[in-house]
């Protein structure tokens, strides 16, 4: 890593020629052949503007907890919008958030300071980002939730700001998926609660998360991969994909060196010599089994991004 692109203030690092898997949970995928790596918010505003003045194609990513990038790597550029260091600002009972920040660390500052709201997103891995595109949550609750306002940087290098009302949040889902604008911060409004408690639930968080999902350090994955079954569909009501995948002998299924979770059918784990073709086979054997058995069509939570076998068009729409 090395070169800097900004002034002395603003200093956005570039790696060439870099390994994807590095900077996903799931460990895989090949090489691009620039990866910007953005902390703030000004970063990112530079490098965008940068790229799209230079006519160059690029896909931005965060903590990478939610993709598959393909084995060939992509040939457009990479920008990687994730900070080791949180960069919050409290405001009364809001925090200014920069959507770089992992959003644990997000969980772990509003609970020391005794804002209540999104306590329930403590150990889930990624960025704000990420998580506000997605809608990320857990236990019935999501941070669209508590989310003021975002402001964004569309693909063009243009700033504007959307109040909640305007992000279409619902579960698993914003329509920022849709416009493929990048969310620079976030403002969320929280509730005052006592940090004791905050931090007692936290910590009995983690502990039902450390039985439940696997470890990232020896179960290498991207979390659930299809969200579960929406209410209007044949399920009547939200149902986990776990149970369906259950039903058709999930837990045995396998495509060379991707496997199953043991504990959670809808989790694919990197096992050894594992390649991101093989996540994208066991995936595509998961859908069809529950297809055929259900007639109920499971929908990616994760996103592939980048070139994979017989890959449908559809793929092409998410790869964002
Ligand atoms: C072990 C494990 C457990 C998990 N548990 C949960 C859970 O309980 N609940 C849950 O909801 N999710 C869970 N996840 C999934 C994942 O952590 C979330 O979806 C997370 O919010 C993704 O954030 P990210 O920064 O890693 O996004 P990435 O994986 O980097 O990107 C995902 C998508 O978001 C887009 N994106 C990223 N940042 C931005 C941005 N700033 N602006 C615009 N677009 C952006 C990317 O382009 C990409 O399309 C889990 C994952 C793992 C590995």
């Known amino acids: 890593m090395g070169n800097l692109i900004s002034d002395k203030n603003h200093k956005a690092s570039i790696e060439h020629n870099v390994c994807l898997s590095k900077y996903t949970t799931f460990q895989l995928g090949g090489p691009s052949p620039t990866l910007y790596h953005c902390q703030t918010p000004q970063h990112l505003v530079d490098v965008v503007q940068k790229c799209v003045k230079e006519n160059i194609a690029f896909i931005l990513i965060g903590g990478g907890s939610n993709l598959v990038v393909s084995d060939q790597g992509l040939d457009c550029h990479v920008i990687r919008y994730f900070s ?7 405001d009364g009972d809001n925090l200014n958030v920069s959507a770089s920040t992992r959003l644990d660390d997000l969980a772990l500052y509003a609970a020391q300071e005794g804002l209540g709201g999104i306590n329930n997103t403590s150990g889930i891995p990624g960025a704000v980002g990420g998580a506000v595109v997605g809608n990320a949550g857990a236990f019935g609750d999501q941070i669209g ?44 409004n929280l509730t005052k609660a006592d940090s004791n408690d905050l931090i007692k639930e936290r910590e009995g968080i983690l502990k039902l998360r450390a039985q439940k999902h696997p470890n990232l350090k020896t179960h290498p994955c991207a979390g659930s991969f299809f969200r579960n079954i929406e209410p209007t569909s044949r399920a009547g009501k939200r149902q986990a994909s776990g149970w369906f995948l259950d039903q058709v002998d999930g837990k045995q ?19 050894s010599h594992a390649t991101a073709e093989d996540v994208y086979q066991l995936s595509q054997k998961m859908y069809h089994l529950v297809k055929d058995k259900f007639d109920l069509d499971l929908v990616r939570e994760v996103r592939f991004v980048g070139d994979f076998d017989q890959k449908p068009e559809s793929i092409q729409s998410i790869i964002w």
């Open 253 to 271: 299924l396998r495509s060379g060196g991707a496997v199953i979770f043991d504990k959670h059918a809808n989790i694919i784990v990197k096992g």
């Open 84 to 90: 080791e260091q949180p960069i919050i600002e409290r």
């Open 145 to 188: 939730d508590v989310t003021e306002s975002v402001e964004l940087i569309t693909p063009q290098g243009d700033i504007y700001k959307k109040d909640t009302s305007q992000c279409g949040f619902s579960y698993r889902y914003s329509n920022l998926k849709e416009t493929n604008d990048i969310v620079s911060s976030v403002r969320l």
